[in-house]
């Protein structure tokens, strides 16, 4: 059974407000300088990669998502965001993948499908709080599995950027305007 997913654009405000809930998005980036600078929990995507692939990565985030909403009895909300160097078309042929996968399997009828409507770059410029460098996440690789408060006196300017990276921000109601508080504060 097929089901109807239409790509559609996304603000950047959008998209840093659902970051700030990460459970329900996956960012699947396209970008080669990927390495360089992305954002938080995002996947990078080569172009050539299979369906298969996808449906793969897919069903890795999809069981990630129930798990948490089952922990934290929280609903099913299901997002992919596409975002590349330059804004996506629509019809882009990476674009028409990801709405082909989504519309193959009633599993995945929740999916909505969005595509960044400006570069990384003018994301990363507005926020770039949100966003670090694969340099970064090398030098910190196993040691957030330490207690991080013990570190936090003596911690590194590195170890300060992954760490604030991942950090929960006020959510951005009106552009460029914030509201004082979180994602949890909104949802009471």
Not at 5 to 21: G, I, P, W
Not at 32 to 40: A, K, N, P, W
Not at 107 to 133: G, I, Q, R, T
Request: charged residues 30%.
């Amino acid at each position: 059974m097929q089901t109807q997913v239409q790509a559609r654009y996304t603000k950047k405000m959008t998209l840093y407000n659902m970051l700030q809930d990460f459970r329900h998005v996956l960012v699947v980036d396209y970008r080669e300088e990927f390495d360089e600078l992305f954002i938080r929990d995002s996947y990078k995507w080569q172009s050539g990669q299979s369906l298969g692939q996808l449906i793969g990565l897919l069903a890795k985030v999809e069981k990630i998502n129930v798990e948490k909403e089952t922990k934290y009895k929280t609903k099913r909300i299901r997002r992919v965001v596409l975002i590349a160097a330059e804004k996506l078309s629509l019809d882009d042929e990476r674009v028409k993948q990801w709405e082909q996968l989504l519309r193959s399997d009633v599993e995945y009828k929740d999916y909505k499908l969005l595509v960044l409507e400006n570069s990384f770059m003018e994301f990363a410029n507005k926020y770039p709080f949100l966003c670090h460098s694969r340099e970064l996440s090398k030098l910190n690789e196993g040691k957030y599995a330490e207690d991080i408060r013990s570190r936090m006196v003596n911690m590194k300017e590195n170890d300060k950027a992954v760490l604030y990276s991942f950090a929960k921000f006020p959510t951005e109601i009106i552009e460029d305007k914030l509201f004082v508080g979180s994602i949890y504060n909104s949802n009471s």
